[in-house]
């Protein structure tokens, strides 16, 4: 008899939880139609961002690609015409290619871009079919024509560069962060 009273008590206990989280709003959300808002400082898929005369702030000095230590980044750098330059540096990234499974999302490639060129964003929707489809191209990476933001550079800089205090990459290189050996190789696609 004691024991079937103990196990009545035991199972009014728990059920006695049950019935209390019934009564309290969920706390998830019905992805993917609604989503929740992630902290500014929020590691997702990389962007490429431009200064607002559309020129690109990066100017293919291979700090990031140095940096990542999941070697995920690779670039291809060039000179660029002084008529029509495509950064406001004197090379810019030709080829800005990032493998989406190779990174580890630790951010040091927007913590070491001098230019504030590329950061890491709230898109985390990160998935495909196949894994050709998570290298990302400087076009995929690249934010529109037209737009000139800063992403997530506030969130971990309140002073970020301007353009009077840009960086044009001349001085800098993979060799000056100890990886001017690197293999340049092209990843496979
Ligand atoms: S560190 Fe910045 S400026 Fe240098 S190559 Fe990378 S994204 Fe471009
Ligand atoms: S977030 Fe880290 S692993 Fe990913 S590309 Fe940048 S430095 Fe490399």
Redesign the pocket.
């Known amino acids: 008899m004691d024991e079937i009273l103990s196990d009545l008590v035991a199972l009014g206990k728990g059920l006695s939880i049950t019935f209390k989280n019934m009564l309290r709003p969920p706390v998830t959300v019905e992805y993917p139609e609604k989503k929740r808002v992630l902290p500014p400082r929020t590691r997702g898929r990389h962007v490429?961002h431009r200064y607002e005369d559309g020129r690109e702030?990066?100017?293919?000095?291979?700090?990031?690609?140095g940096t990542c230590p999941a070697s995920a980044?690779y670039?291809e750098?060039r000179e660029n015409d002084s008529a029509r330059p495509v950064s406001a540096g004197e090379r810019y990234?030709e080829i800005?290619r990032v493998d989406l499974l190779r990174c580890i999302y630790c951010g040091h490639?927007e913590l070491?871009?001098?230019?504030n060129?590329?950061t890491l964003e709230s898109n985390t929707a990160l998935a495909g079919y196949t894994r050709q489809s998570l290298v990302m191209e400087k076009e995929d990476l690249l934010e529109p024509t037209g737009s000139a933001t800063l992403g997530s550079t506030q969130a971990w800089d309140a002073r970020p560069p301007s353009e009077m205090t840009r960086?044009d990459?001349s001085e800098t290189s993979a060799a000056a962060v100890g990886k001017g050996n690197l293999v340049r190789r092209l990843p496979e696609r």
Do not use: K, Y
Request: aromatic residues 8%; proline residues 4%; charged residues 5%.
């Open positions: 490429l702030r990066c100017v293919g000095c291979l700090l990031c690609q980044i670039i750098a990234a800005f490639c070491a871009c001098p230019t060129a590329i960086f990459g």
